[in-house]
């Protein structure tokens, strides 16, 4: 667990746009200083290509910080597969009631987290390893949602994060383009791997010029679904 310091100050904000004013509300100033900081080392960690830097808010930091529309009040969220933060840091900034566990595996992405993290001063958990580790598993488990942008296939992501939700939870997987398509390709694997029928859902529909399409799919309500069974044997 980082531990809260003072955010940078406030950098030119008229990088920003106004729809992160309206997102990101009187976190901005965070939101900035993230921009920032990406721009400034994303490319050379390789975190981001060089063609992104000019786009950083409306694809990365705006497409990520929608997704919040889906996600309840106080919920435990861990973003799978974090690499520079997207979409778990922007979540972080504009969703203070959320608790958000950063997981990833690579070693360096973990170390830019940590240092982005307690540069901005956010209270957010980040995490070294694989979702599908068993020891990862037991020390990320019972999330309410779990967010993922560009890390694996519909069906490999829901092997992988289905294990982390509780009964009920839900994958929030960022998909863009191919959301309808991985849907139907993978709706059996999803399924078997425990998860009910994927769904898509746009994100920021008459907030942003590109709302974020995504898949949802929760993991299955074994204790509810038991209830109603022997409701109806009775
Ligand atoms: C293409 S990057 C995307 C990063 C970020 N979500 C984004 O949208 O910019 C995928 C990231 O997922 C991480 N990753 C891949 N498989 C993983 C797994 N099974 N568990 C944890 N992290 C994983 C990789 O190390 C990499 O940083």
């Known amino acids: 667990m980082t ?6 100050s406030p950098t030119p904000s008229g990088v920003a746009p106004p729809a992160a004013e309206a997102l990101f509300g009187v976190e901005l100033s965070r939101a900035v200083a993230y921009a920032e900081l990406l721009a400034e080392h994303g490319v050379e960690r390789g975190l981001i290509g060089p063609r992104e830097v000019e786009r950083l808010w409306d694809r990365h930091l705006l497409n990520s910080v929608i997704v919040g529309e889906l996600i309840p009040r106080a919920a435990r969220v861990v973003d799978l597969g974090s690499g520079a933060g997207l979409p778990g840091i922007p979540l972080a900034i504009a969703r203070p009631d959320l608790s958000i566990t950063l997981l990833e595996s690579m070693a ?3 170390e830019w987290l940590e240092h982005v993290t307690r540069t901005l001063g956010l209270d957010v958990t980040v995490v070294r390893g694989r979702a599908e580790e068993p020891a990862i598993k037991r020390r990320v488990s019972g999330a309410d949602v779990v967010v993922a942008r560009a890390v694996a296939p519909l069906a ?5 994060s289905l294990p982390l939700l509780r009964h009920g939870g839900s994958l929030v ?3 863009g ?5 991985e849907a139907a390709r993978d709706r059996q694997a999803v399924v078997r791997a425990g998860g009910t029928e994927p769904r898509i859902a746009s994100c920021g529909v ?4 590109d709302p974020a399409t995504v898949v949802v799919v929760d993991r299955v309500d074994r204790d509810s679904a038991r209830r109603t069974r022997t409701r109806k044997d009775r």
């Open 156 to 160: 490999k992501l829901c092997e992988w």
């Open 206 to 209: 008459g907030v942003l010029s």
């Open 173 to 175: 997987a960022m998909k």
């Open 177 to 181: 383009a191919s959301a309808a398509e």
């Open 3 to 8: 531990s809260p310091t003072h955010p940078p």
């Open 108 to 110: 360096r992405r973990v």
